[in-house]
């Protein structure tokens, strides 16, 4: 055979030149600062300025304008307000999740023991404790029958079962058989 081995791997290519453009979150903060609007900005006067500004967009500039808009607006970067987007207000009180908050739980005085909590399901039954220790049971090699539990593995079909039906004729189609009709004797002879 003539094949060569190359046990050196393909030179690396070198990585593509970084575009001046930013990130899509910088875009969109650097959007909110500029234009600075009391009532906050659009998703259509944030793609203006980024249009405006920024070069060597992609071709799905709206599709990850409104990504990134979401996922500031979830990681609490961003508020939205009657459909304009702005910074939230250091100010505000942190927003609440759904659902009911839990109840405030008092401060515990200093060289109080926390017992752990209680385990999941029915406690288990008190023991006497003047009664013998129980003894070990000793399992058992058949249970009655002889035969295991459950439902019996399906037997293989064998090809001289399958080629012989029952009858010995042509083995039966599927479904309800079709009405056999009666021979009609010719009348008035």
């Excluded at 190359?6 to 575009?19: E, K, R, T, V």
């Excluded at 969109?28 to 967009?57: F, Q, W």
């Amino acid at each position: 055979m003539a094949t060569e081995e190359n046990n050196n791997p393909p030179p690396a290519q070198p990585p593509a030149p970084a575009s001046s453009t930013p990130q899509y979150p910088e875009m969109i903060m650097a959007a909110i600062e500029v234009l600075n609007d009391k009532n906050g900005l659009n998703k259509s006067a944030i793609s203006r300025y980024i249009e405006s500004n920024y070069t060597d967009l992609p071709a799905a500039h709206s599709t990850l304008l409104s990504h990134h808009l979401s996922k500031l607006k979830q990681g609490g970067q961003l508020v939205l307000v009657k459909n304009n987007y702005m910074k939230p207000d250091p100010n505000a009180p942190p927003k609440r999740g759904r659902g009911r908050p839990p109840k405030p739980k008092a401060p515990l005085p200093p060289g109080t023991v926390v017992s752990p909590p209680r385990p999941r399901g029915r406690p288990p039954k008190p023991r006497d404790p003047f009664a013998p220790p129980p003894v070990p049971k000793a399992k058992k090699a058949s249970s009655g029958s002889g035969r295991p539990r459950g439902r019996p593995p399906k037997k293989a079909k064998t090809a001289a079962a399958s080629a012989a039906a029952p009858s010995g004729g042509p083995p039966r189609g599927r479904g309800r058989p079709p009405k056999v009709k009666p021979a009609v004797e010719p009348v008035g002879c």
